[in-house]
């Protein structure tokens, strides 16, 4: 059966598919495939430590596993599935960037942003994008196709290693927050998505064992998936990226609610607070003169107020070419007390990377 979302949104045909990794795979699926190479099943578990436990991708490293089976379970399971081709680091080189290049030359990014008290991570989880947003750098250029669960997973699993290693200065740290915001829209790779949630969320060594607490996932407003996560029993953040409270607006910030209307949207989020147990994210750039009006932020705070949620304003991060550009300071604090006045609770989003493209895919764009 196609999923919602892989149903709507297809993938361009004829696209290789990168290789099988053990981060695409259930703990069960890993013995079989140890097994298909010829080696014992308990490999899978040795492997599964490695990756996963102690981020060590080189064979030479795996000193509880024969040398000639070393090479043969690498090349089946844990094959290089992307190269670093360049970190580009702000704010004294406590935001990284990094640009990735995949087996088939597609780039995506990802980038680490290390605070005083936590460490966030915001991964891809498509090369491109099919969902269209005007002002948002990854859109513009489309969807090349869906990242495998793996290339999703190896990310957070170099910026793991990275964070351990110290390369991050202020000394060795975990990873406390992962956010779906970097490249794509998650809800329309639904499968290898929540595939990457349970590598990332199964304790180890079958998985990294961070919490689905500090994992927020952000989308568009795909209904069909978003009801399918509740109902799935996920516990993760869900962030909603509204911008607009009303469907003219939003048709055209927005494409897909011409699909899914706001409505829609925010039932599905209501629901998804219910089921979830957790106050749902509605994120809303700011755009100055296009949704930054007093009566919108009225409506705003109308169609919110009462429900378990939070707002997170954003201000605009201008893409090369775009007409648009962030509010007025004056705007933006009158967008802030009316949603107040509703009693919804709101921040303004710190626009941490700006300098080196850090929101929205235009690190990749400028590449390609
Ligand atoms: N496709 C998902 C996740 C990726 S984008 C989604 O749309 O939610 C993460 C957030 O950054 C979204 O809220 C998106 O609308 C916002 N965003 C994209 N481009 C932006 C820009 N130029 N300025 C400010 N926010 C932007």
Known sequence: MPQPGELTFAVPRGARKPPRHLADLTPAERRDAVAGLGEKPFRAKQLSQHYF??????????TDIPAAA??????????????VVRHISCDNDTTRKTLWRLFDGTLVESVLMRYPDRVTMCISSQAGCGMNCPFCA??????????????????????????????????????????????????????????????????????????????TVST????????????????????????????????????????????????AAWHYAEVSGRRISVEYA????????????????????????????????????????????????AFVRALEHHGVPVTVRDTRGQEIDGACGQLAASES
């Open 53 to 62: 436990a102690r981020y060590a991708d080189d064979p030479a490293s795996w």
């Open 138 to 215: 990854t859109g513009q250029a489309g969807l090349t196709r869906n990242l495998s669960t793996a290339e999703i997973v190896h990310q957070i699993v170099a910026g793991m290693r990275s964070l351990r290693d110290g390369e991050i200065p202020g000394g060795a740290a975990r990873l406390n927050n992962i956010v779906f915001m970097g490249m794509g829209e998650p809800l329309a790779n639904y499968n290898r998505v929540v595939g990457a949630i349970r590598r990332l969320t199964d304790p180890e060594p079958d998985g990294l064992g961070l919490s689905q607490r500090g994992i």
């Open 220 to 267: 568009v407003g795909l209904v069909p998936a978003m009801l399918r996560f509740a109902d799935e029993g996920f516990k993760c953040r869900l962030a909603v990226s509204l911008h607009a409270p009303d469907d003219e607006l939003r048709d055209t910030l927005v494409p897909v609610n011409t699909r899914w209307k706001v409505r829609e949207v925010l039932d």
């Open 286 to 333: 700011l755009i100055k003169d296009i949704n930054d009006q007093a009566w919108r932020a009225d409506l705003l705070g109308r169609l919110l107020k009462g429900h378990r949620v939070h707002v997170n304003l954003i201000p605009l991060n201008p893409t090369p070419g775009s007409k648009w550009t962030a509010s007025r300071p004056e705007d933006e604090k």
């Open 70 to 83: 070393r090479e043969k379970l690498a090349d089946g399971l844990l094959p290089e599935l992307m190269s």
